[in-house]
Every structure is written in C-alpha cells, then in structure tokens.
C-alpha cells in the first residue's frame, strides 16, 4: 500500500516543532503514521467532502463532524475507532432536525485528514480536488470514495413515467469557486468512467443563484448517471451507495 502522509509531512505541519514532535508521539504510539492509502480512508474522505466537514482552522480547535441518519453514523463511529481507535466527542440530534451530528475533537487527526485531501471550512467558499492517491488508486480505494461521496450528496433514483430518474449528482460554489465545482465534478466523472459508467456532461446553471444569510451568492452545477438498464447495472455492481437504502431503491431499478 502506498503511504499518503509521512512523518516528516506531518510534522512540518506545526510552526512550534515541540508540539509537534509531541503530536507526533501520540501518531506512533497509536501507529497512525506513516498513514498508507486504503479503501476505507478513502471512504471516510468521501463523507467528510460530501455532507462532511473539517473545521476551519488548523490551529484553534480541530473537529470534524459526519452528518445523517443513525445507521450511517453508527457505522462510521464503528469503523473510525476500529481502524483508529479514536471515539466521538458528541453524538447528537442536529438544532435544526432531521438528521444527527457525530462531532469528533482531534486536532491531531484534523492535521492528518487536511494532508490526505480534505478542504477545511466552508466547502461552498473553497476549491478542492479528488487527491492524486484516489485518482490514481485501486480499485477498491476508487470505489469506496465514490460510494462514500455518492451516497451523502446524489439523488435517490426514482421512477416516473416507466423510466428511472434521479442519479444526479451536484454541488454548489460561489462564482469565483465555479470553475473549480466544474474540474472536481468531472474529476468524479473520470472516475466513473473507469467503471465503464456513463454520465452526462457537468453544466453550471447560472440561472439558479442562491443568496445565503451571509451574504454569499452560491450557483450549482450538477451532472446526472445515464439511466439505461446496463448504466444502472454497471453502477450497482461495480460502485454503488455505501448506503444500505439508496442501494435498495437501486437495486429495485434492475428487476
């Protein structure tokens, strides 16, 4: 396996070498480094990049929180401390409803998630790309990412009119941060496509501005799985939601 983040990368992280050769310390005791690419790393960046977040500042706090039903965040809590062996800080009901908040408080581990790829703060105000070591992955590691992100931010497929609708994938920036939207969104598509999948192409709909509470404009763009019965086979069988119910409603897109 390949490692994605040293010793050397991480300690160069910290201005104050003492803390961080000290951070480094608790990485070795706990064997989180070298850190080496692997399937589930690369899902859990698919969730922080898709309803996921890290916090903003590397330096003043360091949490990172997962968002969604309790299914989705009981297995993530599972799997973070069986391969980490690092536990929640909270795990609570989100102020505004609808789904629960699974809150970690690790500035070690927020240091080592920004190495391997992930955007800090607000994603809709920043640019991001799929890291080289998920591009240039296997293909477990590809499609666990693309499970990962696919099951937080696509469409649940649907049917309308004897046809099947809603594998339709997108995501919003401001105007400044579109063109960046546009490379990442293909980027997801190249790697659909080394799954032999078929999409359409990416369009920024500049006709849908939507103005935030804080001042900000944001455009979506949005890309959509082509939904012929052997795309959607192909989808189901190769890559998939890493979501027990999404799958379900996929599947019964095949019979």
């Known amino acids: 396996m390949t490692i994605i983040v040293s010793k050397k990368e991480f300690l160069d992280t910290y201005k104050k070498k003492f803390w961080g050769y000290k951070a480094l310390d608790v990485c070795i005791d706990n064997k989180w480094l070298p850190l080496k690419a692997t399937p589930f790393l690369a899902s ?6 898709g309803d996921g977040n890290l916090s903003k500042s590397r ?7 997962f968002y969604g039903n309790n299914s989705k965040l009981d297995k993530i809590k599972f799997d973070l401390k069986k391969h980490f062996g690092i536990i929640p800080y909270s795990y609570y009901p989100h102020p505004k409803g609808g789904c629960y908040i699974l809150r970690y408080n690790n500035a ?7 190495l391997v790829g992930v955007p800090r703060g607000d994603k809709i105000l920043t640019s991001f ?13 590809k499609k666990s990412f693309l499970g990962a992100i696919f099951a937080d ?6 049917k309308h009119n004897k046809s099947w609708k809603g594998l339709e994938f997108g995501m919003s920036k401001i105007k400044s941060k579109s063109k960046c939207l546009i490379f990442f969104l293909n980027q997801l598509k190249t790697l659909l496509n080394y799954f032999e999948i078929t999409s359409s192409k990416t369009i920024l709909r500049k006709n849908r501005p939507y ?26 069988f190769n890559v998939g939601f890493d ?13």
């Open 129 to 141: 790309e799929v890291p080289d070591w998920i591009m240039q992955g296997t293909k477990e590691i």
């Open 211 to 236: 103005s935030r509470k804080d001042g900000h404009v944001t455009y979506p763009a949005r890309f959509y799985l082509h939904t012929n019965l052997a795309n959607r086979s192909k989808f189901y």
């Open 108 to 114: 070690i581990f927020s240091r080592i998630f920004e």
């Open 243 to 255: 979501d027990k119910t999404k799958q379900k409603l996929l599947y019964s897109s095949l019979k």
């Open 153 to 158: 931010e696509m469409g649940r497929p649907y």
């Open 59 to 65: 330096t003043v706090g360091g949490d990172f929180k």
């Open 44 to 49: 859990i960046v698919g969730r922080l990049m």
